[in-house]
């Protein structure tokens, strides 16, 4: 799997848009992007993923570059709770679409939300 | 609560104690994970089953350390003869297996047990 590079940390004001940078200039055609979320003594959860088009969904949105060697997590209105560590993950698919096997995660962005 | 759960939250035991845990999937998720994760580092995969069948051990899996899910339901992670090198929250996953629509394969993440060797 493509390895990724994630800032260690950003902060954001609550309510508003929280915008954390992902590279994986080594991604290949049948990479998909992930980004999971890592609240503080809990296990991670999964947000949102994308191949190539931009995804949105009811917790955030992913724009990823024509050239699919970035994308962006956007997180709309962020609230206190979304404090966590972001991860980006690029992970290989099949033909069919479907994915394998582990995930391999970095060690993140620490997003903090200030009120 | 139909998420992964795991039992215990958080063990203490003194080097050289085995250790087991325990981990429940959500119901009918035919893979299931184990991961490893030390203090300010993502998680390391460390094996995964579809079924009962072990498909993949990460090479810190080391000869100390088993996992087992005999009827392809709960697995266990044990640990012999503990190190204090082996104090981690240790994270157990489950997922689906999709063969058409979606490309994902969401994992499911439980909330860990947290070992700690004295």
């Known amino acids: 799997d493509a390895k990724t590079t994630q800032p260690p940390s950003m902060d954001c004001a609550e309510g508003r848009a929280a915008n954390l940078p992902c590279n994986h200039s080594?991604?290949?055609?049948?990479?998909?992007v992930y980004w999971y979320r890592q609240i503080h003594s809990q296990g991670p959860q999964y947000i949102i993923h994308?191949?190539?088009n931009n995804e949105t969904n009811e917790m955030a949105s992913l724009i990823i570059t024509e050239d699919r060697k970035s994308s962006t997590l956007i997180l709309p209105h962020a609230t206190l709770r979304d404090t966590a560590v972001y991860y980006c993950?690029?992970?290989?698919?099949?033909?069919?679409?479907?994915?394998?096997?582990?995930?391999?995660f970095g060690q993140g962005t620490i997003l903090t939300v200030h009120p | 609560d139909t998420g992964v759960s795991q039992n215990p939250r958080h063990k203490i035991t003194k080097r050289g104690q085995n250790v087991t845990f325990r981990c429940d999937p959500i119901s009918e998720h035919n893979r299931l994970y184990w991961y490893r994760q030390t203090l300010g580092q993502g998680p390391e995969f460390l094996t995964y089953f579809q079924n009962e069948a072990q498909l993949e051990k990460s090479r810190l899996l080391s000869d100390r350390f088993s996992a087992e899910r005999p009827k392809g339901s709960f697995s266990t992670l044990e640990i012999q003869r503990t190190e204090q090198g082996d104090s981690a929250m240790y994270l157990c996953?489950?997922?689906?297996?999709?063969?058409?629509?979606?490309?994902?394969?969401?994992?499911?993440f439980g909330p860990g047990t947290r070992l700690t060797v004295l």
């Open positions: 080594t991604i290949s055609g049948n990479e998909y």
């Open positions: 994308g191949l190539k």
């Open positions: 996953a489950s997922s689906s297996l999709r063969t058409s629509g979606s490309s994902y394969n969401e994992q499911f």
């Open positions: 993950i690029v992970r290989v698919s099949n033909a069919g679409g479907t994915s394998y096997g582990k995930l391999t």
